[in-house]
C-alpha cells in the first residue's frame, strides 16, 4: 500500500499504543512553484496542506515556495497574504511557530503567464532558493491557474529549459481535464511533447479523501467483503454526490462546463472504479491504475437512442419556500436562457463477469436537500423468510453505505427481531464513524496529495489512459445532449432531491435512490 495512506490507517483506536504505527518520514529536499499563487485554491486549500504538513513534520527542511502570479508585490507582500490565509484556512488553532516556519520560506514573482521576463526571474530565483535552502534542484509545478493557460506554461518552462537536469522536476495538472474524449486526449498528447507520463500528476481532490481512500482498505483488508462483492450477492450500486451550494461565484465556468462535466468523469468514476475494480497485485500506482481502467473501458457504451432514456439532467429553479436563493439562471455570470445542468442521474452497466447486469445508477447535483457524497452497495434480497407475518417483499435489502462526506463512516443495514412475543422484522443498522475511532480531521485532503507528489507516488493521480477512459463512457451522452436541448429547465426546486425523472429512472427498475 502507498506510504502515506499506511501511515495513516495505521493509526491506533484511542486508548491503545501508538507505538507500533509506521511513520511517514519527511519528503525529500524541493522547491513548489506555484502558477496562480494568489489565487483561491492556494489560499483555501494548499497552503494550509502545506502547513498541515509541516505540523506534522512531513515537509523537508529544505523547503521552499516560490509563487507566480499577478496580484502580490514581492515576497513581503505574498508572505502576508498567505499568513492571513491560513489564520482563516486552518480549522484547528493556528501554531505560530510552524506558521512561521512556513512564511519564511514563501517567494514571490510579480508576473504574467505569458511573460518572459518572468520565466527568466525563475531561473535566477530558483537558483538562489536552491543555494540558500538546499533544494538540490527539485520542482514540482503547480498548475493552480485556468486551463486556458496550462499549454502555454508547461511550453514556456520547457523551453527555458525546466524539464531536464539530474534533478526531479514534477507538474500537476487541476482539473477539468479536457472537456470531451478528444479534448482530453488532445491535452495528454500535448503535454507529452514536453513531461513523460510519470512527470504529470493529474490531480482529483476527491482521491485526497481519507473515505475514498479507505475504499480500497475496507475492500482488500478484509476478507468478509470481497467473496460477496459480486453479481451474485449485489443487486445494485448508488452513488450520490449532493450539493447544497449554488454555482456561487464560478458562473462564467459552470456554465460551459455543466454537472456532467463538472463532477461524472472524473469524481464520480473515481469512486466508481475504486469500488468496481478487481483486486491489484500490489498497491503501487500501475497496478492500481491499470484495474482502474479496466472498469472504466468496461462501462457498456450507451447507444445514442438509449441515452434518454438512461439519463437524467435537471437545472435549478428557486425554492419552493423558505430562504430566498436565486434560480440558476439568475445566478451571476449565467445565461438567462442557459440549457446547462446542475443535475445528472445516469444508469450505466458495467460488462465484467463480476458485474454483469448489475445497474450503478450515479446523481449529483447542485442546490439539493443534503449535502452527502455516499456509495450505496445493495444486496440482493433474502431469496425466502421462514416468519410467517412477514413477506419477502416487505423486508428491506441489506445495505452498505459508505459515506464519503460529511458524516464520514461506513454503516450496514440488516434486519432485526423487533423484541416482543410476536415475531416482527424492522431494518437496523450498524454503523462505523471515523470521528469516533479517529476523532475529528483538521485535514483539507490536500495534504496527502501534496506529499505524494514529493516522494513521486503517482497512485492516488490520474494516469492519461485513466481520463480518457472517464470521458470515453459520457461520450455518448454528451452528443445526444448537445443535440436534444431540455425543454423544461429549470426543472427541480433549489433544496429538493432533484427532478422528479430522476425518481422514476429507479422507479422504473423496481428501485429507490438510498435516503437515510
Ligand atoms: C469540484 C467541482 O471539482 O468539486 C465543484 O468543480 C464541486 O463544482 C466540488 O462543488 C465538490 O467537491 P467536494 O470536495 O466539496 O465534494
Known sequence: MKNSATGAMAAARPGTSKAAEPLARPAGPCVMVIFGA?????????????????RQQLLPREFAVLGFAVGAKDDDDFRRQIGGALQEGVSAGLERGCAEWLTERLHFIPSDFGDPAGYQALHRRLADIDKQRGTGGNYLFYLATSPAFILDII???????????????????????????????SLNRDLMK????????????YLGKETVQNILAFRFANGIFEPIWN??????????????????????????AGALRDMVPNHIMQL??????EPPI???ADPVHDEQVKVLHAFQPLKPEDVLANTVRGQYGRPESGAFMPAYRDEPLVAKDSRTETYVALKLMIDSWRWAGVPVYLRTGKRLAKRVTEVSVQFRRAPFVPFRQTAVEQLKPNGLVMHIQPDEGISLCFEAKIPGPIVRL???EMKFQYSDYFGRSCQTGYETLLYDCMIGDATLFQRADMVEAGWGVLGPVLEVWANEAPEDF???????WGPRSADLLMQRDGREWHRD
Open 38 to 54: 494568489t489565487g483561491d485554491l492556494t489560499r483555501r486549500l494548499l497552503m494550509p496542506s502545506l502547513y498541515n504538513l509541516a
Open 155 to 185: 511550453g514556456r518552462l520547457s523551453g527555458a529549459g525546466f524539464f531536464s537536469g539530474p534533478s526531479w522536476r514534477r507538474v500537476v495538472v487541476e482539473k477539468p481535464f479536457g472537456r470531451d474524449l478528444e479534448s482530453a486526449g
Open 194 to 205: 514536453y513531461l513523460a507520463e510519470d512527470q504529470i500528476y493529474r490531480i482529483d481532490h
Open 231 to 256: 453479481r451474485r450477492y449485489i443487486d445494485h450500486i448508488q452513488v450520490t454526490v449532493g450539493e447544497t451550494l449554488g454555482v456561487e461565484r464560478r458562473g462564467a465556468y459552470y456554465d460551459h
Open 272 to 277: 466508481i472504479s475504486l469500488v468496481a475494480m
Open 282 to 284: 500490489s498497491f503501487a
Open 426 to 428: 424492522g431494518p437496523v
Open 490 to 496: 429549470p426543472n427541480y426546486s433549489s433544496g429538493s
